[in-house]
């Protein structure tokens, strides 16, 4: 049996990181590793990821 992939959660402008809170903990017990970044809403995503 293969383990489960990563997950790059994003949140949606005007929203916090802290909003994703419950999402990453489900992702997390399902046993997905999970990346969901604290960003300024007004940046790119490629300005997020890099």
């Known amino acids: 049996m293969t383990a489960p ?3 790059l959660l994003l949140r949606g ?11 990453t903990a489900a992702m ?3 046993g997905h590793a999970t ?4 960003y300024p809403y007004r940046r790119s995503l490629p300005e997020i990821v890099t």
């Open 5 to 7: 992939g990563g997950v």
């Open 13 to 23: 402008h005007g929203r916090f990181g802290a909003s994703m809170a419950r999402l």
């Open 35 to 38: 990346l969901a970044p604290n």
């Open 28 to 30: 997390r017990r399902s």
